[in-house]
T-cell receptor, first 115, second 110 residues
Framework: KAGVTQTPRYLIKTRGQQVTLSCSPISGHRSVSWYQQTPGQGLQFLFEYFSETQRNKGNFPGRFSGRQFSNSRSEMNVSTLELGDSALYLC??????????????FGPGTRLTVT | EDKVVQSPLSLVVHEGDTVTLNCSYEVTNFRSLLWYKQEKKAPTFLFMLTSSGIEKKSGRLSSILDKKELFSILNITATQTGDSAVYLCGKETSGSRLTFGEGTQLTVNP
């Protein structure tokens, strides 16, 4: 069974640009959560999608948005990039409703660098 | 606001040493406390703790939760270079949301 895949794995953008990251969950998983990891703030929850609906949202500005498609694949978008958005973006998939968080499987992450 | 604080932020030891990593959390909406190991890739699940005073053990790793004092420790005995990683502590709240600490960077030197 294939694991969680994220594309691209590495990305360099300049301030003011926008970026879209993609996450494909494990087959059969319907929930996708996104996290931002930086050296200073650690791993922070961005949002969770289940059945194409945002179910949970962290404390991030509106520049961060996401969506989920009918095949459970999810995309995350960051508009008007700032230097502080440089981070490792991780997505995690789980079966879905009622799943405990430890049953989430993390992808390898997308390393975003904003210059 | 949910907050999880880990200490130390980094630790350098020699093979064979025993290490103790600390994690404290706020009590709001607590459901469980989780530990993950992260090498240069995705975090991998180690332990989930829900009950106070019950030790979870897996090989050389063990963890315990104190719900009264709101903290958990992760112990690694007889450390090996392969234990070098970032160890993340996360608090699960109702709604299956996970709040992580900054992590402890453990380096085990031969």
């Amino acid at each position: 069974k294939a694991g969680v895949t994220q594309t691209p794995r590495y990305l360099i953008k300049t301030r003011g640009q926008q970026v879209t990251l993609s996450c494909s969950p494990i087959s059969g998983h319907r929930s996708v959560s996104w996290y931002q990891q930086t050296p200073g703030q650690g791993l922070q929850f961005l949002f969770e999608y289940f059945s194409e609906t945002q179910r949970n949202k962290g404390n991030f500005p509106g520049r961060f948005s996401g969506r989920q498609f009918s095949n459970s694949r999810s995309e995350m978008n960051v508009s008007t990039l700032e230097l502080g958005d440089s981070a490792l973006y991780l997505c995690a998939s789980s079966l879905g409703s009622g799943t405990r968080v430890y049953e989430q499987y993390f992808g390898p992450g997308t390393r975003l660098t904003v210059t | 606001e949910d907050k999880v604080v880990q200490s130390p932020l980094s630790l350098v030891v020699h093979e064979g040493d025993t290490v103790t990593l600390n994690c404290s959390y706020e009590v709001t909406n607590f459901r469980s406390l989780l530990w993950y190991k992260q090498e240069k890739k995705a975090p991998t699940f180690l332990f989930m703790l829900t009950s106070s005073g019950i030790e979870k053990k897996s090989g050389r790793l063990s963890s315990i939760l104190d719900k009264k004092e709101l903290f958990s420790i992760l112990n690694i005995t007889a450390t090996q270079t392969g234990d070098s990683a970032v160890y993340l502590c996360g608090k699960e709240t109702s709604g299956s949301r996970l709040t992580f600490g900054e992590g402890t960077q453990l380096t085990v030197n031969p």
